[in-house]
C-alpha cells in the first residue's frame, strides 16, 4: 500500500506531515484531511514528533459515532472533475512576474502596493521554453489533478478524492460523525476523514 497518497505534498509548510511516521505501535500518513492508521510492521519509518502524536493518538481513540457504517464499495462516486487552476493536470507552469519581477509587491514612492498582474503572488501562467519558467504543484488541487468534489454520505459531505483512495482500501467502511471527522476501517487498519463544506 502506497502510504505517500495519504500524505501532505512538498510544498505543505508541516514537514512532519511529507512522509508517513511512527506513533507508537502505528505507522501514520495524513494530510490534516485525511488520516490512515496501520500497525507498524517494517518500523522503517520516523517517529513523529511529540505533541503531534499525542494529538494523533486522543483523535484515534475517539468513539466512534454510532449507527451502521457504510461500506464504501456500495457508494457511487460521481465522475471526477478536473482542477479549475490547473485543468486536471496537477501542475502549473509559472515564471516570475515580469511587473514586480517576482516579489508580488512593489513601492511606489513612501507606498508598498500589491501587484495587481500577479495579485501578490509573484508569479505568473507561463509556457514551457519562458525565461524563468517552472513547474509547480498546484496549490488548490494539492498536485491531485482534481476538483474539489463534495459526496454526501449520511447526511454528511465528504471529499471525492478522499472517498476514492479508500475505496481502494479492502473491506474499507465509513462512519460520518457530523462535523467530527468521519472514522474508516479497513481489513489492515483504521483512520479518519475530516468532513468538507459543498
Not at 5 to 32: E, I, Y
Not at 75 to 91: A, S
Request: hydrophobic share 35%; aromatic share 6%; net charge negative.
Amino acid at each position: 500500500m502506497d502510504l505517500n497518497s495519504f500524505c501532505a505534498r512538498q510544498h505543505d509548510p508541516r514537514p512532519h506531515l511529507h512522509t508517513p511516521m511512527r506513533v507508537g505501535n502505528l505507522v501514520v500518513a495524513t494530510n490534516g484531511h485525511i488520516l490512515i492508521a496501520l500497525p507498524d510492521m517494517v518500523s522503517e519509518f520516523p517517529e513523529a514528533p511529540a505533541e503531534f502524536g499525542t494529538k494523533v493518538t486522543s483523535m484515534l481513540a475517539q468513539e466512534a459515532p454510532a449507527g451502521e457504517p457504510v461500506p464504501l464499495a456500495t457508494i457511487d462516486l460521481p465522475e471526477r472533475t478536473d482542477c479549475p487552476d490547473c485543468g486536471g493536470d496537477g501542475f502549473l507552469i509559472l515564471a516570475p512576474c515580469p511587473e514586480c519581477e517576482g516579489k508580488g509587491d512593489f513601492w511606489h514612492g513612501t507606498n508598498l502596493y500589491e501587484c495587481k498582474e500577479c495579485f501578490g503572488n509573484g508569479t505568473v501562467p507561463a509556457a514551457i521554453g519562458d525565461p524563468g519558467a517552472k513547474r509547480e504543484i498546484c496549490v488548490l488541487c494539492d498536485g491531485d489533478g482534481a476538483g474539489h468534489q463534495a459526496v454526501e454520505v449520511n447526511g454528511v459531505l465528504l471529499q471525492r478524492r478522499y472517498l476514492a483512495l479508500l475505496k481502494a482500501l479492502p473491506g474499507c467502511t465509513v462512519a460520518p460523525n457530523g462535523d467530527m471527522a468521519a472514522h474508516f476501517r479497513f481489513d489492515a487498519g483504521h483512520g479518519l476523514l475530516m468532513p468538507c463544506r459543498r
